[in-house]
């Protein structure tokens, strides 16, 4: 299950009318869609999002009493996909992802949604995973609403505000029969703050309604002629139903006196930093009161032009605050504009850098670059100035000390050892072409393992590698993907594409029973019981049904040996086709969190229990740090030894060892040294194993003595 | 000092933002920042503040440096509106739950000189950089500090993770504390003390980390830097009276020895005669004579002391008999209990992990017969098809521990086995080249003394750390006549230190080919 319970969130989630909800902006959002009778949710987990999932997959007796379905898809594509029910039905349904990565795997079914266009409220909600902190390439969402024809709500980042944004995201949807898209970025799904709750609402046509009874409208088919009709119902019917909309329900706020003849034009999601900055500079108090205009575009797609023309009204410039890139926003602004024969000035892009995050030190540059310029008498003189005071002297060289903490593999990582053999097999064979697929083994690019080329998108780390199919190359690629990439799309666009074109390659699938980057949900080959989803299907299986001859199947991937010796052989065994090695070990992150308190009470109640842990004999290890070049486990480190005598740091093992093996696996396969040891603590144990101990003991005192007594010896320290 | 602080906090003028607090926590993946974050608003609103709080959770956070974002200010009725990210120049209070990510928070500009209160734990969390590098890659701590007192308004910094350890805490309770009693919130301890409380778990435990880190934060009392224990140069020694005399004896041939190398001198002798027997020792005094010889007062006979270092470490190579001897000792079984925190009566299975090849066969055998083997390839590889392979050994049980003690017993047979005679002729050829260059260059023959720190490891690792020794020896003929070449073979050593497969080193080479 996932790596945490949701019990205290799932109590949230039944809060009724007038009650005070406190928590994230991701829990608000699931909070509001039970309020506002969502009928299905669907999803793909990943950050920011997955505590949306992974919450719901908790709460199943809420969405059973109200009668809404809930399921975690198989891909963003298939939750895209689902939103299907609410293009005959009048249901309210949703779906959540990563975005862009998820709106690139969904835009599909996105794009055939947004044809038809749907009767039942549709809301896309999307985790917008930029700047500090995410871990995609840098794109925005902005360009598949645009494309597609799906509004896209962009609110300001505080609970009310989100909360209502779902509210409106659906009757928006249906008031338009239009899919909307509710962007949220990362600080804003973690944010913490209230809002009052509303009762839960029981949609007013459930799924098993919607079953029993079937509709159909050919009208609402993407296939000629309906999909040239489509096209027009866009621009004709929708657009101006959705514009009416935002209009009427003024989605779209403005701020303070419209007095001034500067303004800014910003995206909801980033009205706190815009005010941080103008607070900084003095002109807007802490309450949000501002002497500079603002249009608060909490609607990005589509843009109001007359609500937009009649804010330019009178100004002699606006400011755009629009993150990312391209600036849509401020294109289509400055064509308003034009068409309409304004001589406002139009500033974004310029005094804000066009890529890039907008950090506080950013927005209060770009601000006060674009006030200096026009409109220099509402810049305090503090605020006049060029720029805060350099960073202090202190930091200066501080680059070249402080070390880079890039993410890595967590202690006991069981895919640590995966790439420690592969290193040795390169190490043996010479280096290789590696495709590397997103997931926690994407870890492996950094050091100390460094290996992996590629990135090409989640599942398709080995469809990346497929071009590498040449008869006439000595060796073969090797590629990598994990249990969760392979269920996402995986074993067609890899597997099958492998088995099918004949590929040569070495394919290895890493299993570590969880979608464990993402938090830990459950897949199909999770090995854990789920109440209410189908586990347990071995990849392997699904693997030689797709066609693959050579699968090797390895239960333990500590076996750095074992491990070695089967990705030596898959690279030189002269079978061809794709060879397939599943390397199967459960996620230590996440059996931690399953057994400790497993064994805790084991050990409580007098039960047997043997604790592993490793240790390294410091006299031993003359520190030369290769064992660490093979691991890079947070619990080896090294420290230096109080001995003049010794110039290097000897590695060291911290209490947090959880006693995975590798160190010691890795010292015999690699035939480093002999300073590892396994300790097996073995807590509460039986009468005769204490007695065997002592005698043991004795004897093996008698031979320490004999021979120390004849000797010198000389005292520890 | 604990805590380092200005005189006085300018005022800052035209910034609405004043009657807010601004506090940005930065920590290792991993440690806890999530719910020291949650004790911090819970505390806020326990005082009548409205707080907010935000971070960047995801899987950037496995490992690595993560960073939490809190705002608060008194409740007036009205919501403010707070900003979900830090500013440069814009943090009061900023906690970095490790020494090397208060570097990095300075270095983003978090941590200013007219306003931040910086709370940091002085302890380290080794980056993977830090650890991966064949010599020491350890970051420059002082280094840190220094910049941490200069760039901060108050600094409050000692080791809150040991705090936190040895109440059986988790540092997030220690921050906490420091946090209280840096006094940079206007909340009051119990306050604090009773959202550790209502949060539940581990209540006692993280009360007691809270406690001691509070009154260190409040008092500014001294870290008490444990003394380096520097190990008694006079060892505490026991043993057979003849034997104990023999040392005596060897010890006063010590203080016969300019007083600049006693210490380090003391300390060979002891790693030499513990290494293998009192004989021995005898060999290294007489090879440090021949160092003191070729050195003198002027320089302080920095040529012997390293020689005293090298001899040392030189004379007492790791063969399968020292890691048998090692790991059989009555001191290791004591130390394991105590590093695995078990007592002694404790039942403990031990595991050790060999893999030897024929090449440490080969070295284990009497010399002749070694050498007969080593050169006869057919023959050798028949017997490494057999013994090279992985061997756990339970020492725990007798039959492994009686295997071990078995192999330690050829100790006193060591000099005419086929290793010993390689690492003499080794040594000795290294010795005599520093000797002989000591005289006419004594810097150079200082570092060829210093050169034998690229010797470690064992099997591959050891080859590959003699090859790079070889390389950089390599260069002395063509540093010899010149003035500076001691620390031109000074850059090649630290450069061959750098990574693994000596690029580092190619580098160097190549420069010091075009001198």
């Known amino acids: 299950m996932a790596e945490r319970s949701f019990a205290s969130e799932v109590k949230k989630l039944r809060m009724g009318e007038g009650e005070t909800f406190h928590g994230e902006g991701i829990l608000a959002i699931t909070k509001a869609l039970l309020e506002n009778g969502v009928g299905y949710v669907g999803g793909y987990q990943g950050a920011p999002i997955s505590h949306l999932m992974d919450v719901l997959a908790d709460a199943q007796e809420i969405l059973g009493e109200l009668g809404v379905h809930f399921e975690a898809s198989a891909s963003e594509a298939t939750a895209a996909a689902m939103l299907a029910a609410s293009v005959h039905y009048p249901i309210r349904g949703a779906v959540t992802f990563k975005s862009t990565v998820g709106t690139n795997v969904a835009s599909d079914a996105l794009a055939n949604l947004a044809s038809g266009g749907v009767t039942g409220g549709a809301l896309v909600i999307v985790g917008e995973d930029y700047g500090e902190g995410s871990s995609i390439m840098q794109e925005r969402s902005h360009a598949f609403a645009m494309k597609s024809q799906i509004w896209l709500l962009d609110p300001r980042p505080n609970l009310p505000s989100i909360v209502d944004a779902v509210r409106h995201g659906f009757e928006m949807s249906e008031a338009s029969n239009t899919p909307v898209m509710l962007q949220v970025r990362i600080r804003c799904c973690h944010v913490h703050g209230a809002f009052t709750a509303k009762d839960n609402r029981r949609p007013e046509m459930t799924v098993a309604d919607a079953l029993d009874n079937p509709r159909r409208d050919t009208a609402r088919i993407v296939l000629p002629p309906a999909s040239f009709l489509h096209e027009h119902e866009k621009i004709n019917k929708r657009l101006p139903a959705a514009l009416d909309y935002i209009r009427r329900n003024r989605l779209n706020e403005m701020f303070g006196t419209q007095e001034a003849d500067v303004g800014i034009v910003l995206q909801g999601g980033m009205y706190n930093s815009v005010m941080r900055s103008l607070q900084r500079l003095g002109l807007a108090d802490i309450y949000g009161e501002t002497q500079v205009p603002l249009y608060v575009l909490n609607v990005t797609y589509p843009l109001v032009n007359d609500e937009f023309l009649a804010f330019c009204e009178g100004k002699k410039a606006v400011l755009v605050v629009e993150e990312g890139q391209p600036d849509y926003i401020e294109q289509a602004l400055g064509s308003m504009l034009y068409k309409a024969g304004r001589t406002t000035r139009l500033v974004g892009k310029g005094p804000l850098p066009m890529a890039g995050e907008y950090t506080g030190q950013v927005m209060t540059d770009g601000i006060r670059a674009f006030l200096a310029d026009h409109a220099s008498e509402l810049l305090p003189s503090r605020g006049r100035a060029p720029n805060l005071p350099p960073l202090p002297q202190a930091a200066a060289g501080l680059g070249d000390v402080v070390p880079a903490r890039p993410p890595g593999f967590c202690t006991g990582c069981p895919e640590r050892p995966i790439f420690a053999a592969t290193k040795l097999v390169e190490n043996e064979l010479g280096r290789h072409h590696i495709a590397s697929d997103i997931g926690c083994h994407l870890f492996s690019i950094m050091p100390p393992f460094e290996l992996g080329a590629t990135t090409m998108g989640y599942g398709l780390g080995p469809a990346s590698a497929s071009a590498f199919n040449s008869k006439s190359a000595r060796r073969r690629s090797i590629s990598f993907v994990g249990d969760g990439g392979f269920w996402h799309n995986g074993l067609t666009s890899s597997i099958g594409n492998a088995v099918f074109n004949g590929n040569d390659g070495v394919i290895v699938i890493v299993d570590n029973y969880y979608s464990a980057a993402t938090g830990g949900q459950d897949i199909l080959s999770s090995r854990a019981d789920n109440k209410t989803k189908s586990t347990k299907h071995p990849i392997a299986d699904a693997v030689r049904g797709m066609g693959v001859k050579w699968v090797r199947q390895l239960d333990r991937t500590y076996d750095v040996g074992k491990m070695r010796d089967t990705l030596k052989e898959a690279l030189t065994t002269s079978e061809r086709g794709p060879k397939v090695i599943v390397a199967s070990s459960e996620c230590m992150l996440n059996r931690q969190r399953r057994e400790k308190p497993v064994i805790a009470s084991a050990m409580k109640s007098g039960k047997r229990v043997v604790k592993p842990r490793f240790g390294v004999d410091e006299d031993v290890c003359t520190g030369d740090h290769a064992c660490i070049r093979l691991s890079g486990c947070p619990s080896l480190s090294v420290k230096k030894l109080d001995d003049p005598l010794r110039d290097d740091p000897v590695a060291s093992i911290d209490q947090s060892c959880v006693g995975c093996g590798n160190c010691g696996e890795v010292a015999d396969a690699a035939v480093l040294c002999p300073s590892f040891y396994r300790a097996d603590v073995v807590h509460n144990p039986s009468g005769f194993e204490r007695f065997a101990a002592r005698l043991r003991k004795r004897v093996i005192g008698f031979l320490q003595h004999r021979r120390e007594s004849r000797r010198l010896t000389f005292a520890e320290g | ?515």
Not at chain 2, 88 to 99: K, P, R, S, W, Y
Not at chain 2, 131 to 139: E, H, L, T, V
Not at chain 2, 236 to 256: F, N
Not at chain 2, 489 to 496: D, G, H, S, T
Request: aromatic share 8%.
């Open chain 2, 1 to 515: 000092m604990d805590v380092h602080m200005r005189a006085e906090l300018p005022v800052r003028a035209g910034d609405a933002t004043r009657s807010i607090i601004k506090i940005a926590v930065l920590a290792v993946g991993g440690q806890g920042g999530g719910v020291l974050t949650d004790w911090i608003v819970a505390v806020a609103e326990r005082n009548g503040y409205r707080a907010q709080s935000t971070s960047v959770a995801g899987v950037a956070q496995r490992t690595g440096a993560t960073i939490y974002y809190v705002e608060m200010t008194p409740d007036t009725g009205r919501a403010p509106i707070f900003s979900l990210s830090p500013s440069q120049g814009d943090v009061d209070i900023l906690i970095a739950a490790e020494m090397m990510e208060a570097g990095r928070a300075i270095m983003r500009g978090f941590v200013t000189p007219d306003r931040t209160t910086l709370v940091a734990s002085s302890h380290r969390v080794l980056a993977v950089s830090e650890k991966i590098m064949p010599g020491d890659g350890q970051a420059d701590r002082p280094r840190v500090r220094k910049a941490a007192e200069d760039a901060s308004y108050k600094l409050v910094c000692f080791d809150m993770e040991k705090i936190a350890v040895d109440a059986g805490s988790v540092i997030s309770s220690s921050l906490f504390g420091a946090l209280a009693g840096s006094g940079a919130l206007p909340f009051a301890r119990e306050s604090y003390e009773e959202t550790i409380r209502a949060s539940g778990r581990g209540v006692e435990a993280s009360l007691r980390a809270f406690g001691v880190s509070y009154e260190r934060a409040l008092t500014g009392e001294r870290e008490r830097e444990p003394v380096p224990v520097t190990a008694d140069a006079s060892p505490s020694v026991a043993g057979p009276d003849r034997m104990l005399r023999e040392w005596t004896a060897l010890m006063s041939r010590v203080e016969t020895l300019p007083e600049a190398i006693r210490d380090m001198a003391r300390r060979g002798l002891k790693k030499v005669v513990d290494y293998q027997d009192l004989a021995y020792g005898s060999l290294y005094l007489d090879r440090l004579d021949q160092a003191v010889a070729v050195d003198d007062a002027v320089h302080d006979y920095g040529f012997s002391v390293e020689a005293a270092k090298y001899l040392a470490n030189a004379m007492v190579y790791d063969d399968i008999i020292r890691v048998a001897d090692l790991k059989t000792r009555t001191s290791r079984q004591g130390r394991l209990r105590r590093e695995q925190g078990v007592k002694d009566n404790a039942v403990i299975q031990v595991t050790e992990y060999f893999h030897p090849r024929m090449e440490e066969i080969c070295g284990t055998l009497p010399a002749p017969l070694g050498r007969y083997v080593e050169a006869r390839p057919k023959l050798f590889d028949f017997f490494d098809r057999r013994i090279n392979k992985g061997r756990r050994i339970r020492t725990d049980s007798l039959r492994g521990y009686l295997m071990l003690w078995t192999m330690a017993a050829l100790r006193p047979w060591r000099r005419s086995l086929l290793r010993h005679n390689v690492e003499e002729a080794h040594l000795e050829a290294w010795f005599k080249e520093a000797r002989e260059h000591a005289r006419g260059n004594y810097r150079l023959g200082v570092e060829i003394l210093k050169c034998r720190r690229l010797i470690k490891g064992y099997s591959d690792t050891h080859a590959r750390a003699q090859s790079k020794f070889f390389r950089v020896m390599g260069a002395v003929p063509l540093l010899a006549p010149r003035e500076d070449g001691g620390e031109w073979l000074r850059r090649l050593r630290e450069a061959a230190l750098l990574d693994e497969e000596g690029k580092a080193l190619d580098g160097a080479l190549k420069t010091v080919a075009t001198l």
